[in-house]
């Protein structure tokens, strides 16, 4: 049985998703949908790529993973088809696809189009079309244009220096604990073995990263990295987010920063780091 993935930026409250499984099931019988998260914030790509990027691994060659996320970023967007390490990924070209993947992938198609001006379900017929083409055992190079790469959104990456690092939030779980776009392998590379602040406000820092949440008392605050390799501030059986003030990077692609600090009106949405000499 194959699996097909959804995600969306829709939330749960009116029936957008349940208009596009009632589309999907009589068209894939012997599939099972699976549902990664439809709470993902409106138009927030930082938090789509950190879910999927931690949920696709889990599942088996042939799945299918359909994302409903930031869909109409420009006027005519262009939609895609990836194939990566025995999985297929359908979404936007909007700059979701390299987060998540991390890599270039083995193949990309820009999807052939019905008509220019196309609605939600259009997109989700577009995808469903491509998704038996695939089941059939037909090629892919018959429902779409290869291209030769996706598009990337550089602000949408840590900055990296040697004196300090400036990462961004990416996602709030539901304890409130808070995750930045920022790995293990990136934090030692640039660390160097010196100390190091992690400031997220004017008057909080830390100073040590810990293993675990009980490496501190209950109410105190501590960095570690988490399951999926990210760094992660909490603070122990307490609200991270809400006590310290902190919440999702909401850029968008076409913003742009000034060189050298983060600007004031994003200073909560972003972490610096800061090694000493």
């Not at 749960?12 to 549902?35: E, N, R, S, T």
């Not at 996320?69 to 070209?93: N, S, T, W």
Request: hydrophobic letters at 40%; aromatic letters at 12%.
């Amino acid at each position: 049985m194959n699996i097909i993935t959804l995600t969306s930026d829709l939330g749960m409250q009116d029936y957008l998703l349940a208009g596009i499984k009632g589309h999907l099931l009589p068209l894939f019988p012997d599939c099972q949908l699976v549902d990664i998260t439809h709470q993902i914030e409106p138009l927030n790509l930082l938090q789509t790529a950190y879910v999927v990027k931690n949920a696709w691994k889990h599942f088996p060659q042939q799945t299918f993973h359909l994302l409903f996320v930031d869909l109409f970023y420009q006027k005519f967007p262009r939609y895609i088809m990836v194939f990566h390490e025995g999985q297929y990924f359908c979404g936007a070209d909007n700059g979701l696809l390299p987060m998540i993947l991390d890599q270039q992938p083995q193949q990309i198609l820009a999807l052939h189009r019905d008509h220019h001006h196309m609605q939600l379900f259009d997109i989700v017929r577009l995808f469903a079309k491509a998704v038996r083409h695939i089941l059939n055992g037909q090629s892919l190079d018959e429902i779409g244009e290869s291209l030769p790469a996706l598009t990337v959104l550089d602000n949408y990456q840590p900055r990296l220096s040697d004196e300090w690092i400036e990462a961004q939030i990416i996602f709030i779980d539901h304890y409130e604990n808070v995750i930045v776009n920022l790995t293990r392998e990136q934090f030692e590379n640039y660390r160097k073995g010196r100390k190091f602040k992690i400031c997220f406000r004017h008057d909080e820092y830390i100073t040590e990263i810990h293993e675990h949440y009980a490496d501190v008392r209950p109410g105190e605050k501590l960095a570690f990295f988490n399951a999926g390799g990210y760094l992660e501030i909490a603070i122990n059986r307490g609200n991270a987010a809400g006590l310290l003030g902190l919440e999702s990077f909401r850029v968008r692609p076409d913003s742009h920063r000034p060189p050298g600090g983060i600007q004031k009106n994003l200073f909560y949405q972003s972490i610096k780091i800061i090694f000493e000499p």
